[in-house]
């Protein structure tokens, strides 16, 4: 059980509690891409007839719908427990771009017609034509400057051509919708690169997820929830009749916590999940594993931007937009504490 609890840990499991949580059936048209509460969920099929969303925690969620070529449609909608909730995608409408250039000399700003997004363009040499077939005015449009900038650009697959002299250089580029892409193309040699900064957020996000999963935090799941959700806390709240109140918020940190169990637990005034920590006693027989286990997790983080993850004495750390996980190990413990961001 306990190596199962360790090693598992990133392999996230699609198990729900049906009751504690929610799922959302999206109705829709094949690729549309599906974000909740700002996270990439996923994409709409034909088999589905758009997509499922599971273990939705109940209560107000923002959904977001992108589609090439159109404005992302997003709006709030209010989920209860053990509900299976139906949305149907609502209609798109076009919209507009905006090109501007960064750079030494001149200014120039003009508009073509699509939308939303961001991309950015460099180039070597700097002075170099660009085509988007797609967008209207946007054919040979001259590149004067360090940056080619369009904003509010279709969320999509984009094909764009870079013309320098007699050398023609075609790609095909990725845009997200709320999210900018950077474009580095070098005419002289052909290095292109692409990077887009949601790429990065969604690996952070499945990382913290599948660790949230395994251990089986849900930030700012009701109280009454997280106990049905999670077994092993709800047996450690027991044994505190009211708790203990800090700042505010209901407290619990047992001073003889058991080996690899819940060793904190924390809800704010509204009796919303917000600090969890989980122990791994360390033994001769599984020194050796766990530290493995440890320095593997700090690898990794070490592959996330500089902003999401950090390191110090105590350990390290990682955060997206929800939740901040903190790993930390000493000669008797590995520990692990999740947090609500604000």
């Given at each position: 059980?306990k ?5 598992s ?5 699609s ?11 999206v109705?829709?048209?094949p690729?549309l891409?599906v974000?909740l509460?700002n996270k990439?969920?996923a994409k ?34 209010t ?19 905006y090109i501007?250039?960064n750079g030494?000399?001149?200014?120039t ?7 939303t ?8 040499p ?7 077939p ?16 369009v904003?509010?650009?279709?969320a ?10 007699k050398?023609i250089?075609?790609?095909n580029?990725?845009?997200i ?13 052909g290095?292109f690169?692409?990077k887009?900064?949601?790429?990065e ?8 997820d ?9 930030p700012?799941m ?10 092993q806390?709800?047996?450690l ?13 209901i ?5 003889t ?5 819940p ?7 509204n009796?919303e ?8 006693n360390?033994?001769?027989?599984n020194?050796?594993e766990?530290?493995?286990h440890y320095?593997k997790?700090?690898?990794q983080l070490k592959?996330?931007?500089e ?9 390290a750390?990682?955060?997206d937009?929800?939740?901040r996980v903190?790993f ?11 947090e609500t961001?604000?």
């Amino acid at each position: 059980m306990k190596k199962t609890i360790l090693f598992s840990l990133l392999m996230l499991t699609s198990t729900i509690l049906l009751g504690q949580t929610a799922y959302i059936q999206v109705n829709g048209e094949p690729d549309l891409s599906v974000f909740l509460n700002n996270k990439f969920k996923a994409k709409t099929t034909a088999e589905y007839g758009g997509c499922i969303i599971e273990n939705v925690t109940p209560g107000k969620n923002l959904i977001k719908i992108v589609k090439e070529g159109y404005i992302a449609f997003e709006e709030t909608i209010t989920l209860k427990k053990g509900e299976v909730f139906s949305y149907k995608v609502k209609p798109f409408v076009k919209n507009t771009v905006y090109i501007t250039e960064n750079g030494n000399s001149g200014e120039t700003e003009k508009k073509a017609a699509v939308s939303t997004g961001k991309l950015i363009i460099q180039s070597v040499p700097i002075n170099i034509k660009i085509t988007m077939p797609s967008i209207e005015g946007v054919t040979n449009s001259p590149k004067t400057k360090d940056e080619w900038v369009v904003d509010n650009i279709t969320a999509g697959n984009l094909d764009v051509t870079f013309i320098f002299n007699k050398k023609i250089i075609k790609k095909n580029i990725e845009i997200i919708g709320g999210e900018t892409t950077n474009v580095f193309v070098n005419m002289m040699n052909g290095n292109f690169k692409t990077k887009n900064t949601i790429d990065e957020k969604i690996k952070v996000t499945h990382f913290i997820d599948s660790i949230s999963t395994v251990y089986k935090f849900n930030p700012k799941m009701k109280k009454e929830d997280f106990k049905n959700y999670n077994p092993q806390a709800s047996s450690l709240l027991k044994q505190q009749l009211a708790g203990n109140l800090i700042l505010g918020m209901i407290a619990f940190n047992p001073k003889t916590a058991k080996a690899d169990a819940p060793t904190q637990v924390s809800f704010d005034k509204n009796d919303e999940l917000v600090n969890y920590g989980y122990s791994i006693n360390i033994t001769k027989k599984n020194k050796l594993e766990v530290t493995e286990h440890y320095n593997k997790i700090v690898a990794q983080l070490k592959n996330f931007p500089e902003k999401n993850r950090s390191f110090g004495n105590e350990g390290a750390m990682v955060t997206d937009d929800d939740v901040r996980v903190k790993f930390s190990m000493s000669n008797k413990k590995f520990f692990i504490f999740f947090e609500t961001v604000d």
